[in-house]
């Protein structure tokens, strides 16, 4: 069976420092990646998808880059984090077939001080 | 651009009830809806996942149905548990991404 792994579950960072966050799955091949961001109160943001390995799309202009280095690995990414980067990230993966669900991992709460 | 509304945002219900979640979106063009529960805290579990081309799906107390033409689908939980308790979030397939709801929060009490 499919499983989906986030890390860490919790993160404080200060202001200006780097991110790195990381999702891997299991148990497919190929499978289309997706980082969300779930701000308090707001409901879940697309931030950025994956079809293949290097092949990204944004999906709003922000602080943040994501890489897919290997099939099954999708990180998140900053340089320099902004307050306005706090909230509940999500990974998730879906088989590329149309048809198929969105499975999520765990999710990374990310406080910024 | 595809929005995608619930009603209510928030319910409360004595255990045992019947109850109903709406979900509408504007844009009929859509491959399949989606419904998730969220637990305080954590990530999204997948509930039901309706076609375009179908009217409901079930899984145990479940039912989710889907009139795409109208644009709305709705969740029936019957016998609530206060384990149901959680928010529950609509999402609709475009191409290669979801549009979510933000969601119903869902308080079942004793």
């Known amino acids: 069976s499919q499983t989906i792994h986030q890390w860490p579950a919790t993160l404080v960072q200060p202001v200006g420092s780097p991110l790195s966050l990381e999702c891997t799955v299991e148990?497919?091949?190929?499978?289309?990646l997706y980082w969300y961001r779930q701000a308090a109160g707001r409901g879940l943001q697309l931030l950025f998808y994956s079809v293949g390995i290097g092949q990204i799309s944004s999906e709003v202009p922000q602080n943040l880059s994501a890489s897919r280095p290997q099939d099954r690995q999708f990180i998140l990414s900053s340089k320099k984090l902004l307050l306005s980067d706090s909230g509940f990230y999500l990974c998730?993966?879906?088989?590329?077939?149309?048809?198929?669900?969105?499975?999520f991992g765990d999710g990374t709460r990310l406080s910024i001080l | 651009k595809q929005e995608v509304t619930q009603i209510p945002a928030a319910l409360s219900v004595p255990e045992g009830e019947n109850l109903v979640l709406n979900c509408s979106f504007t844009d009929s063009a859509i491959y399949n809806l989606q419904w998730f529960r969220q637990d305080p805290g954590k990530g999204l579990t997948s509930l039901l996942l309706?076609?375009?081309?179908?009217r409901e799906q079930t899984s145990g107390r479940l039912n989710a149905s889907l009139d795409k033409s109208s644009g709305r689908s709705t969740l029936y939980i019957a016998a609530s548990q206060p384990g149901d308790s959680a928010t529950y979030l609509c999402a609709v397939r475009g191409f290669q991404k979801l549009v979510f709801g933000t969601g119903t929060r869902l308080l079942v009490s004793p």
């Open positions: 148990g497919t091949s190929n499978p289309n």
């Open positions: 309706i076609q375009s081309s179908q």
């Open positions: 998730a993966w879906a088989d590329s077939r149309i048809d198929q669900p969105q499975h």
